[in-house]
C-alpha cells in the first residue's frame, strides 16, 4: 500500500522538507526513533550524492514509501544520469566504526551500512534506489478472517496482509478456537458457513467478555434482509457485502481499529482517574495537640497507595498501605483493600488497637483468593489525645520518630506481610511530648531517591531538619524532584507521606 | 541560508562554535566559510557546541573533521561538547567518538 509519494527539485535546500514530511509516515509504521533516524540519514545521503554529483542535474527527486508482505519500500528515484559505481562501491563498503570511511566516500559507506537491503537499478528512463525496512512484526495488529470460500480468504490476506498479520480460517470453530487463544486485534467473518456460521460465531464471541470488545466486521455474500437485522443486532461493528475492493475493505478496517484503540485508551484513562481519586487520601483533621501532614509524590503510572483513617473522641487511627506494583492493576487492588480496611476500623474498638486493624486485614487477605496473588504492606498507628501513640507493621517500612534533642531515628517495630500470619503483631507504645513527631510513608520514596532502603534514604535527606510539618513534607518533595530530575519514565511507584507533629 | 544558526565568539582565546538546527551538505560548506572569513587565524583552541544541532549527516561530520584538523595544524585543542540525539548517534556509529573530543553527554544536555 502507498503510504507516501513526493517530488523535491534536486536542491540541497530540499533535504530539509523530506526529512520533515518523510518523518511521520516512517513513526506510523512502529519504528524505533533510532532506525527513523538512520533511515532519514540514509535518505539524505542518497539525495545529496545526486544533487552533487549527477551531471546533469534530474529535473526532479520522487520519493516514495510503500507497504508490501511486512516490509516497509523506500524508492528513492530520479530522471538524471545513472550511477554506475553503485555495486563496485558496495563491495569496498566499510563497516561502521571504520574510522577511515570519515576519509572518504562516507555518504555511500552510511547507506550501505545503515541498511538491511538496499538496492539501485539505473537506467535511461529513471533511476531507483530501493531501501527494503522489514516492519517490526510484533507491532503489526493481527486479523482473523473466516471464510468457507478459498477465494473470499485469499482476497482478504491479499488486500490486508501488506499491513496486518491475517490468520485465515475456513472453518468457525477452528477460528473460535484461536480467537479464544490469542484474542485478534480484529475479526472479519462471512455469514453463511456450514460447521459454525457467521451468526453463531458472533454470538459466542459477544456472549464472553474477553472477546466480547474485539471489534468485529462481516463480510458477505448474503443479501437477506432478514440476516441483515440478526447480524446488526449483535454489536457488530460493520457489515460489508461482497464483492468489496481492496481500498473500501483497507478503509473499513483502518477506522474500525483506530476507532477501538481509541475507545478502549480513552476507556483505561477514565477508568484510571476514577480509581485514582477514589485513593485520593485525605490528611487527618488535628487531634488535641495532634497536627497532620500529608504529602504525595506521585509517578506517571502512579502506585497503589492509599490512607485510611477514622477518629472517636480521645483518638484517630491511621493506616498506611502500599500494594505492591503499578498502574491500574495495583490501583484496583488498592481499591479493594480501601474498602477493607474502611470496614475493619468501623469498629471503635478494634480502630483503637493499630494490631488488631492488621490482624483483621490478614485474615481477609488470607480468606480472599484474589488479594493472596498481590503483595501488600501495611502501618498501623493510633494517636490519643494524650500523645500516646500506638504503632503496629505488617511488613511496611519502619516509620521515623523524632525526639527532641535526639533528632530522627526509626522505630524498631517488624511484622509478617498481611495474609501469612494470624498472630496479633507486635505494638510498640512511644510517648510524644511537644516538638516531637513521627513520619509514616510508603517505600516509593526508595526509588525515587536511588537507595535500597527507604529509610536511609529519608534519614539522610532528614538529618539536619526540625521536627516534621507542612515544610519536611515541602523538602521531602523537593528532594525527591531533584534526585528524579530526568528520570521521570522510569519512576514507577507512589510514594506517600504522613508527617505527625505535637 | 536557512536551516542553521551559527554562533561564534571567541572567549578566553578560545573559538567558541555554536550551531542550532542542521549540520548537512546544504549549511557545512557555509559554515566552513564563515568561520574561515571572520576567524582566519589561529586560535588557542575550539570549542564546537552541538546542545542545539537536531540532524547531522556525513557533510556535517566532514565539518567537524576539518574543524578538529584546523585545531590539530595549530597545535591546539579542540572539543565537541554538549552532542545528543541523532547526531551523536552517528559520531557513535561512525566511530568518531574515540577520535573526537566529546565533552558532555545527554544527561549535559539535558540540564544545560
Not at chain 1, 507516501?4 to 519504528?31: C, G, H, M, Q, W
Not at chain 1, 483497507?250 to 476507532?259: E, F, G, S
Amino acid at each position: 500500500m502507498l503510504k507516501f509519494a513526493k517530488t523535491y527539485s534536486p536542491e540541497l535546500v530540499e533535504t530539509r522538507r523530506l526529512r520533515e514530511e518523510i518523518a511521520p509516515v516512517l513513526e506510523d509504521n512502529s519504528l524505533s526513533e533510532n532506525r527513523i533516524n538512520d533511515l532519514i540519514l540514509v535518505l539524505v545521503e542518497a539525495f545529496t550524492n545526486i544533487v552533487r554529483h549527477a551531471k546533469p542535474l534530474p529535473s526532479e527527486i520522487a520519493v516514495s514509501v510503500e507497504t508490501a508482505d511486512g516490509n516497509l519500500n523506500i524508492t528513492l528515484s530520479d530522471d538524471g544520469p545513472g550511477f554506475t559505481g553503485f555495486e563496485a562501491a558496495r563491495e569496498k563498503a566499510l563497516s561502521l566504526g571504520d574510522l577511515s570511511m570519515m576519509e572518504h566516500g562516507m555518504g555511500l559507506n552510511l547507506i550501505f551500512s545503515l541498511t538491511s537491503s538496499v538496492s539501485y537499478l539505473p537506467s535511461e528512463s529513471r533511476n531507483a534506489l530501493l531501501v527494503r525496512e522489514p516492519l517490526p512484526a510484533s507491532e503489526r495488529k493481527t486479523i482473523v478472517a473466516i471464510d468457507d470460500d478459498p477465494v473470499g480468504l485469499k482476497l482478504i490476506e491479499a488486500f490486508l496482509g501488506d499491513r496486518y498479520a491475517v490468520h485465515s480460517f475456513n472453518k468457525g470453530s477452528e477460528a473460535l478456537d484461536h480467537i479464544n487463544r490469542e484474542h485478534p486485534d480484529l475479526i472479519i467473518s462471512d455469514i453463511d458457513m456450514p460447521d459454525l456460521n457467521g451468526l453463531e460465531l458472533r454470538e459466542s464471541l459477544r456472549c464472553d467478555p474477553a472477546t466480547a470488545l474485539i471489534p468485529f466486521i462481516f463480510l458477505t455474500g448474503v443479501v437477506d434482509e432478514d440476516i441483515h437485522d440478526e447480524a446488526n443486532d449483535l454489536d457488530i461493528d460493520d457489515f460489508m457485502e461482497k464483492p468489496t475492493s481492496k481500498g473500501k475493505l483497507v478503509r473499513t478496517v483502518d477506522r474500525t481499529l483506530k476507532r477501538s484503540t481509541r475507545i478502549r485508551q480513552s476507556a483505561t484513562a477514565a477508568f484510571e482517574a476514577s480509581v485514582t481519586n477514589s485513593l485520593r487520601s485525605n490528611t487527618p483533621a488535628e487531634l488535641g495537640r495532634f497536627r497532620f501532614f500529608s504529602e504525595e509524590i506521585a509517578a506517571s503510572a502512579g502506585g497503589g497507595d492509599f490512607m485510611v483513617h477514622v477518629s472517636g473522641e480521645d483518638f484517630l487511627s491511621v493506616v498506611l498501605l502500599d500494594v505492591m506494583g503499578h498502574g491500574i492493576p495495583a490501583k484496583v487492588f488498592a481499591h479493594a483493600y480501601s474498602g477493607y480496611v474502611q470496614s475493619i476500623m468501623s469498629l471503635d474498638e478494634t480502630a483503637r488497637d493499630p494490631a488488631r486493624v492488621l490482624q483483621e486485614l490478614s485474615s481477609h487477605v488470607a480468606r480472599d483468593t484474589r488479594l493472596t496473588s498481590t503483595i501488600v504492606t501495611a502501618i498501623a498507628a493510633t494517636f490519643s489525645d494524650s500523645g500516646k501513640v500506638l504503632v503496629a507493621s505488617a511488613g511496611h517500612p519502619r516509620p521515623l520518630l523524632y525526639m527532641q534533642g535526639t533528632g530522627w531515628r526509626p522505630v524498631p517495630i517488624s511484622g509478617v506481610l498481611p495474609g501469612l500470619s494470624d498472630e496479633l503483631p507486635e505494638t510498640k507504645t512511644i510517648q510524644l511530648g511537644s516538638g516531637d513527631g513521627l513520619l509514616l510513608f510508603t517505600d516509593g520514596i526508595s526509588e525515587v531517591l536511588c537507595r535500597e532502603r527507604p529509610e536511609d534514604a529519608l534519614l539522610s535527606a532528614l538529618e539536619g531538619l526540625p521536627p516534621p510539618d507542612g515544610g519536611t513534607l515541602a523538602k521531602l518533595n523537593e528532594i525527591a524532584d531533584k534526585a528524579g530530575h530526568g528520570r521521570e519514565q522510569d519512576q514507577d511507584d507512589r510514594s506517600t507521606f504522613l508527617a505527625i507533629a505535637r | 541560508m536557512t536551516g542553521h544558526m551559527l554562533n561564534i565568539e571567541i572567549v578566553d582565546g578560545i573559538l567558541r562554535i555554536e550551531v542550532a538546527g542542521s549540520l548537512d551538505a546544504e549549511t557545512a560548506f557555509h559554515l566552513d566559510q564563515q568561520i574561515n572569513a571572520r576567524y582566519p587565524d589561529a586560535t588557542e583552541g575550539i570549542v564546537l557546541n552541538l546542545n542545539h544541532t537536531e540532524f547531522m549527516d556525513s557533510a556535517g561530520v566532514g565539518f567537524v573533521v576539518r574543524l578538529r584538523e584546523r585545531a590539530k595544524r595549530a597545535s591546539n585543542s579542540f572539543e565537541i561538547i554538549r552532542v545528543g540525539g541523532q547526531p551523536r548517534r552517528l559520531l557513535e556509529q561512525i566511530g568518531g567518538i574515540s577520535i573526537l573530543e566529546l565533552k558532555g553527554n545527554e544527561g549535559d544536555i539535558a540540564n544545560a
